[in-house]
């Protein structure tokens, strides 16, 4: 499944809850060749509605956290959520909608083969290392994703 096929059936699932209350399905964004790939937990109202992850607050200062390692958006990076629909009231997903859109955010990593992933928070960390996470514990360590470089920090939201 290449780009085109895997953001329609993105648009297309209904594997979960989540799909009832979204206005759109949330894929990502960014350079498909990236050797950076961020992942956060799921997209919040704004995101929703414009679908492209981390486009308010916390979009916001994870583009200043970008520039201050000399990255932007896009160039050399991508963006993507655990989920890819909208929690209601911009809750923290649920392990079973975690579970239901992993292919997906699976797919996106292969296709990317990122040198580096960086898990933004505790609901992308423990979707990505598949156990449960405890952030300060698991930041500034060097975890292992079938073979590529992991990291773990607080979501910008934080």
């Known amino acids: 499944m290449g780009w085109d096929e895997l953001r329609q059936a ?6 979960c809850e ?18 950076w790939l961020f992942v956060g937990e799921g997209p919040g109202a704004e995101e929703d509605a414009r ?3 981390f486009v ?8 200043a956290m ?12 991508y963006i993507a959520n655990a989920v890819k629909c909208r929690p209601p009231d911009n809750r923290t997903p649920e392990p079973e909608e975690t579970a239901a859109c992993w292919p997906f955010l699976a797919r996106q990593i292969a296709l990317l083969q990122p040198k580096l992933i960086v898990a933004l928070g505790k609901p992308a960390a423990q979707t990505l290392l598949q156990q449960e996470v405890k952030i300060a514990a698991a930041r500034g360590k060097l975890h292992d994703f079938a073979g590529t470089s992991l990291i773990v920090t607080y979501h910008p939201a934080y």
């Open 66 to 77: 970008l520039a201050a390692i000399d990255l932007q958006r896009g160039d050399n990076v």
């Open 56 to 63: 308010g607050q916390a979009g916001k200062l994870l583009d």
């Open 10 to 15: 993105v648009a297309d699932c209904t594997a």
């Open 18 to 35: 989540l799909c009832k209350t979204r206005k759109q399905a949330v894929l990502g964004v960014g350079d498909t060749e990236a050797d």
């Open 51 to 53: 679908g492209e992850p």
